[in-house]
């Protein structure tokens, strides 16, 4: 009877030792599981939310191109390149003279023509040349 009292006894200390290693993983999982949760937010998912913040603000400036809104090295650039699109939309606009930036016509032009001679386009670049001498 004594033996089987050890075999009990050892059977039971063996079951709460693999218990206690099978909480303590899962305890583990969970944390790795809420660290990489936390990695994936900081490096994803709020950049990309800036990113929809930053174009949704419909009153970019195009001194904005000094202050990163990311630490992302990728999304700064994409970032850049939105802001470049705006401000050649802004050019492009029919309605550019009717607008509040009024006073800052020839900062938009020259902006602008930096933009079509970094493409390389002549036609943009005299065409702001143009506007710039009519003003």
């Known amino acids: 009877m004594s033996d089987f009292n050890d075999a009990k006894e050892e059977i039971f200390v063996n079951l709460f030792i693999q218990l206690g290693i099978y ?6 999982v969970f944390v790795f599981a809420f660290w990489l949760a936390k990695l994936v ?4 998912v709020s950049p990309i939310d800036k990113l929809v913040e930053y174009l949704d603000n419909e009153k970019i400036e195009t001194d904005e191109k000094d202050k990163p809104i990311m630490q992302n090295k990728e999304f700064n650039e994409i970032s850049d390149l939105f802001r470049k699109l705006f401000i050649l939309f802004r050019f492009a606009k029919p309605d550019f003279f009717d ?10 032009y020259e902006t602008a023509r930096k933009l079509f001679e970094e493409i390389n386009n002549d036609r943009g670049k ?3 040349l143009n506007n710039m001498g009519n003003i």
């Not at 909480?23 to 583990?28: A, E, K």
């Not at 607008?99 to 938009?108: G, S």
């Open 23 to 28: 909480v303590l993983f899962l305890i583990l």
């Open 41 to 44: 937010v900081k490096n994803i």
């Open 99 to 108: 607008t509040a930036i009024q006073d800052r016509l020839l900062e938009n």
């Open 126 to 128: 005299a065409i702001c």
